[in-house]
């Protein structure tokens, strides 16, 4: 069964950089049919998907976000990483990671259980 | 982007009720759309996947259907564990979009 888990600072001051890690157990994250996502949820804009990696490291953003995102991964401690740069309050949502791929029909499957981040001074 | 515009925002329905929610793609999307249940502090459940495929340990009174640019999820009968939110998502074009949401409530 895979599993994911969020985890960061639940509070960043405006302007700041927002830092999060998602580590995976039940999956290598090394099968090239597999992509680890960024998805983030605020009461004002529902669900917004921010970007995906591929283990070849090669990643797609939300060009609403391009310009002050960037996702990373680490294969061999299994975790990839999302840095949003420049924050406001209107990035103060939940974020999740989440899987999808060839083998779950392309839609997100697994999902960690997300981590609520404020932005505030 | 691909706009997903989902229906209706809310819904009031009693347990037994069958219920249906639609999204409509701005431009066609072929079966490219999962549909989720989200209930509230959890994150989104996948129901369906493919627009029609149930995933695996899903109960059979849900079911997808459509193709193209419409698409609808059914609850044959509606439980008490159904009350929650609804979302689909299409990810046939970068960026990935998610409706708006239909939240069922009970009646």
């Known amino acids: 069964q895979v599993q994911l888990q969020e985890s960061g600072p639940g509070l960043v001051k405006p302007s700041q950089t927002l830092s999060l890690t998602c580590s995976v157990s039940?999956?290598?994250?090394?099968?090239?049919?597999?992509?680890w996502n960024w998805i983030r949820q605020s009461a004002g804009k529902g669900l917004e998907w921010i970007g995906q990696?591929?283990?070849?490291?090669?990643?797609n953003y939300n060009p609403s976000l391009k310009s002050r995102v960037t996702i990373s991964a680490d294969l061999s401690r299994k975790q990839f990483s999302l840095i949003l740069n420049s924050v406001t309050d209107t990035d103060t949502a939940v974020y999740y990671c989440?899987?999808?791929?060839?083998?779950?029909?392309?839609?997100?499957?697994?999902w960690g259980q997300g981590v609520l981040v404020t932005v505030s001074s | 982007d691909i706009q997903m515009t989902q229906s209706p925002s809310s819904l009031s329905a009693s347990v037994g009720d069958r219920v249906t929610i639609t999204c409509r793609a701005s431009q066609g999307i072929r079966n490219d759309l999962g549909w989720y249940q989200q209930k509230p502090g959890k994150a989104p459940k996948r129901l369906i996947y493919?627009?029609?495929t149930l995933q695996s340990g899903v109960p059979s009174r849900f079911s997808g259907s459509g193709s193209g640019t419409e698409f609808t999820l059914t609850i044959s009968s509606l439980q008490p564990e159904d009350f929650a939110t609804y979302y689909c998502?299409?990810?046939?074009?970068?960026?990935?979009?998610f409706g708006g949401g239909t939240k069922v409530e009970i009646k």
């Open positions: 989440a899987r999808r791929g060839r083998r779950g029909g392309w839609s997100f499957d697994f």
């Open positions: 998502l299409q990810h046939n074009a970068f960026p990935l979009t």
């Open positions: 493919a627009a029609s």
């Open positions: 039940g999956d290598s994250m090394t099968n090239d049919a597999d992509r």
């Open positions: 990696i591929e283990a070849s490291g090669y990643t």
